[in-house]
Protein backbone atom coordinates (compact mmCIF):
# COMPACT_ATOMS: atom_id res chain seq x y z
CA UNK A 1 0.00 0.00 0.00
CA UNK A 2 2.45 2.95 0.36
CA UNK A 3 4.15 2.43 -2.93
CA UNK A 4 0.45 2.44 -4.30
CA UNK A 5 0.14 5.80 -2.44
CA UNK A 6 3.64 7.24 -2.93
CA UNK A 7 2.66 7.04 -6.95
CA UNK A 8 -0.67 8.55 -5.98
CA UNK A 9 0.75 11.61 -4.05
CA UNK A 10 3.38 12.20 -6.61
CA UNK A 11 0.67 12.05 -9.43
CA UNK A 12 -1.37 14.54 -7.24
CA UNK A 13 1.58 16.92 -6.87
CA UNK A 14 2.38 16.91 -10.70
CA UNK A 15 -1.79 18.03 -11.15
CA UNK A 16 -1.77 19.91 -8.42
CA UNK A 17 1.19 22.38 -9.35
CA UNK A 18 -0.22 22.47 -13.06
CA UNK A 19 -3.24 23.76 -12.02
CA UNK A 20 -5.55 20.92 -12.79
CA UNK A 21 -7.92 21.63 -10.31
CA UNK A 22 -10.75 19.31 -12.27
CA UNK A 23 -8.12 16.43 -12.68
CA UNK A 24 -7.13 16.82 -8.80
CA UNK A 25 -11.00 16.87 -7.95
CA UNK A 26 -11.30 13.50 -9.57
CA UNK A 27 -8.56 11.85 -6.97
CA UNK A 28 -11.00 13.71 -3.87
CA UNK A 29 -14.61 12.18 -3.33
CA UNK A 30 -17.19 14.35 -2.73
CA UNK A 31 -18.91 16.15 -0.20
CA UNK A 32 -14.86 16.61 0.71
CA UNK A 33 -13.66 17.94 4.25
CA UNK A 34 -11.34 20.14 4.30
CA UNK A 35 -9.02 21.26 7.26
CA UNK A 36 -7.29 24.65 7.25
CA UNK A 37 -5.85 26.53 10.25
CA UNK A 38 -7.96 24.51 12.58
CA UNK A 39 -11.35 25.33 10.96
CA UNK A 40 -13.64 22.69 9.15
CA UNK A 41 -14.26 23.21 5.69
CA UNK A 42 -17.03 21.71 4.57
CA UNK A 43 -17.18 20.77 0.62
CA UNK A 44 -20.96 19.72 -0.17
CA UNK A 45 -20.49 18.63 -3.94
CA UNK A 46 -17.75 18.32 -6.76
CA UNK A 47 -18.06 21.99 -7.92
CA UNK A 48 -17.21 22.81 -4.27
CA UNK A 49 -14.21 20.54 -4.28
CA UNK A 50 -13.29 22.06 -7.96
CA UNK A 51 -14.00 25.95 -6.35
CA UNK A 52 -11.63 25.24 -3.37
CA UNK A 53 -8.82 23.89 -5.23
CA UNK A 54 -8.68 26.29 -7.72
CA UNK A 55 -8.40 29.19 -4.85
CA UNK A 56 -5.72 26.99 -2.97
CA UNK A 57 -3.61 26.39 -6.54
CA UNK A 58 -3.82 30.37 -7.40
CA UNK A 59 -2.41 31.06 -3.84
CA UNK A 60 0.49 28.77 -4.63
CA UNK A 61 1.09 30.60 -8.03
CA UNK A 62 0.79 33.92 -6.30
CA UNK A 63 3.62 32.51 -3.90
CA UNK A 64 5.67 31.47 -6.53
CA UNK A 65 5.58 28.24 -6.09
CA UNK A 66 6.53 26.01 -9.35
CA UNK A 67 7.10 22.53 -7.87
CA UNK A 68 6.17 20.48 -5.03
CA UNK A 69 7.76 17.21 -3.48
CA UNK A 70 7.03 14.81 -1.30
CA UNK A 71 9.71 15.32 1.51
CA UNK A 72 8.23 12.10 4.00
CA UNK A 73 5.19 9.33 3.47
CA UNK A 74 3.78 7.79 6.87
CA UNK A 75 0.56 5.55 5.63
CA UNK A 76 -1.28 4.46 9.09
CA UNK A 77 -3.16 1.38 6.64
CA UNK A 78 -6.61 1.07 8.18
CA UNK A 79 -7.21 -2.72 7.11
CA UNK A 80 -7.21 -3.23 3.21
CA UNK A 81 -9.66 -0.38 2.45
CA UNK A 82 -8.77 3.01 4.16
CA UNK A 83 -5.44 4.39 5.44
CA UNK A 84 -4.32 7.81 7.28
CA UNK A 85 -1.60 9.12 4.94
CA UNK A 86 0.65 11.82 6.25
CA UNK A 87 3.01 13.67 3.75
CA UNK A 88 5.27 16.40 4.53
CA UNK A 89 5.56 18.48 1.27
CA UNK A 90 8.47 20.56 0.11
CA UNK A 91 6.88 23.53 -2.24
CA UNK A 92 10.07 25.02 -3.89
CA UNK A 93 10.21 28.11 -6.40
CA UNK A 94 11.64 28.16 -9.89
CA UNK A 95 14.82 28.02 -8.41
CA UNK A 96 14.33 25.32 -6.44
CA UNK A 97 14.29 27.37 -3.05
CA UNK A 98 12.13 26.40 -0.70
CA UNK A 99 9.14 28.03 -0.07
CA UNK A 100 7.20 25.99 2.13
CA UNK A 101 7.31 22.73 4.20
CA UNK A 102 4.18 21.50 5.90
CA UNK A 103 2.50 18.63 7.00
CA UNK A 104 -1.27 17.64 5.62
CA UNK A 105 -2.77 14.34 6.71
CA UNK A 106 -5.02 12.83 4.26
CA UNK A 107 -7.77 9.88 5.11
CA UNK A 108 -8.10 7.67 1.72
CA UNK A 109 -10.63 5.13 1.04
CA UNK A 110 -9.80 2.55 -1.71
CA UNK A 111 -7.98 1.02 -3.06
CA UNK A 112 -9.53 0.17 -6.77
CA UNK A 113 -8.62 3.40 -6.97
CA UNK A 114 -7.46 5.16 -3.62
CA UNK A 115 -9.37 8.30 -3.25
CA UNK A 116 -9.06 11.17 -0.49
CA UNK A 117 -12.16 11.87 1.36
CA UNK A 118 -10.60 14.66 3.66
CA UNK A 119 -7.44 16.37 4.49
CA UNK A 120 -6.32 18.01 7.57
CA UNK A 121 -2.95 20.59 7.06
CA UNK A 122 -0.62 20.40 10.69
CA UNK A 123 -1.15 24.22 10.60
CA UNK A 124 0.09 26.06 13.87
CA UNK A 125 -3.38 27.77 14.62
CA UNK A 126 -2.61 30.82 16.70
CA UNK A 127 -5.62 31.91 19.14
CA UNK A 128 -7.66 35.43 18.36
CA UNK A 129 -7.92 38.26 20.64
Not at 108 to 119: K, N, T
Amino acid sequence: MPHDLALLFQRYAELYMAGDAEAVADIYEAPFLAVRNGTPIPLPDRNAVVEHLAGVMAAYREAGAAAAEIAELDVLEQGDSAAVATVRWHVRAPDSSLIRDFRTSYQLVGPAPWRIRSYVNHDRVRPTD
